[in-house]
Every structure is written in C-alpha cells, then in structure tokens.
C-alpha cells in the first residue's frame, strides 16, 4: 500500500483478501509492515479450495479504527510456493495523515542512514592514512628503545 502523492509504503494498514462470490467471505488478513507491504500466508488447505472452487479474491485496507481507505481489486487466485505482488496506490486523507506521517519519518531516517554511508568510503582513505600514521610512530619509537638499550 503506497500513498499517491508520495509512493511512500503506508505502514499500519489492515489488509483482508476476501472471496466475492457468497458475499465478501474473509480469507486471510495482515498488518503493512514499515514499508507498506502486506504478506499472506496461506495453508495449502486454504490454497486447494481457492483453486478448486474458482474463487474470486478482492482485497479491502482498512485503516487501525476499521475505516475502509480502499475496496476491491480483483486478485488473483494463489498457487502453492508461490508469490505474487499487488500494488495500491492510496489517495491522501486524514485518515491516512498518521500513516503517511510515519512513512515520511521512516524515508527521513533512512536517507539519514544512506547519507551517513555513502560518507564512510570517503572517510576511510583518512582513517587508513591517520591509522598508518599512528603504526609508524610506535615502529620509530619502538626502534629507539631498542637502538638505546643496544647502547
């Protein structure tokens, strides 16, 4: 689940799989995680009488309060060892405002955590020379001692 806007993942949505044929019966249900993405597992019993019934499969989000942000979306039916990715770009709401303010807070920390990254390669050529630098010392002070007690 991503914000339109942004393409932010929206963290903290509940997200139901249902079977439309005899009235939205649920399947499974799931939590976004920070990223916005939301993993179904299914028993391969669960699995068997999708496929063997032909269900048709739509998914619902809500938000932690049970508001309904988003409806439908045919699904696929699942298939055993099997992954596939569905994508919901939510439009921006006050009900979505706290999901989409923790979004933002989770890209800030990591363009932080890249930042402060991308700067170690360069910082490193420094602490090489400045850890060289520091050996030498102790090898000309070690050498001294030595030439002096040979004295």
């Given at each position: 689940?991503?914000?339109?806007?942004?393409?932010?993942?929206?963290?903290?949505?509940?997200?139901?799989?249902?079977?439309?044929?005899?009235?939205?019966?649920?399947?499974?249900?799931?939590?976004?995680?920070?990223?916005?993405?939301?993993?179904?597992?299914?028993?391969?019993?669960?699995?068997?009488?999708?496929?063997?019934d032909n269900a048709m499969l739509a998914m619902d989000v809500l938000t932690p309060a049970g508001k309904s942000v988003h409806a439908?979306?045919?699904?696929?039916?699942?298939?055993?060892?099997?992954?596939?990715?569905?994508?919901?770009?939510?439009?921006?709401?006050?009900?979505?405002?706290?999901?989409?303010?923790?979004?933002?807070?989770?890209?800030?920390?990591?363009?932080?955590?890249?930042?402060?990254?991308?700067?170690?390669?360069?910082?490193?050529?420094?602490?090489?020379?400045?850890?060289?630098?520091?050996?030498?010392?102790?090898?000309?002070?070690?050498?001294?001692?030595?030439?002096?007690?040979?004295?």
């Amino acid at each position: 689940m991503v914000d339109q806007s942004t393409r932010l993942g929206l963290p903290g949505l509940q997200v139901r799989l249902n079977d439309t044929r005899p009235g939205m019966v649920p399947v499974a249900s799931t939590v976004t995680d920070l990223y916005g993405n939301a993993v179904f597992k299914l028993s391969q019993q669960q699995v068997s009488n999708l496929s063997k019934d032909n269900a048709m499969l739509a998914m619902d989000v809500l938000t932690p309060a049970g508001k309904s942000v988003h409806a439908g979306g045919q699904t696929v039916i699942p298939t055993l060892n099997h992954a596939d990715t569905l994508m919901a770009a939510l439009p921006s709401s006050t009900d979505l405002a706290p999901h989409i303010n923790s979004a933002k807070a989770v890209n800030t920390q990591q363009e932080g955590r890249l930042t402060a990254l991308a700067a170690k390669p360069d910082a490193l050529p420094t602490y090489y020379q400045q850890v060289q630098a520091d050996l030498q010392q102790q090898l000309t002070q070690m050498q001294a001692i030595v030439a002096s007690t040979k004295s």
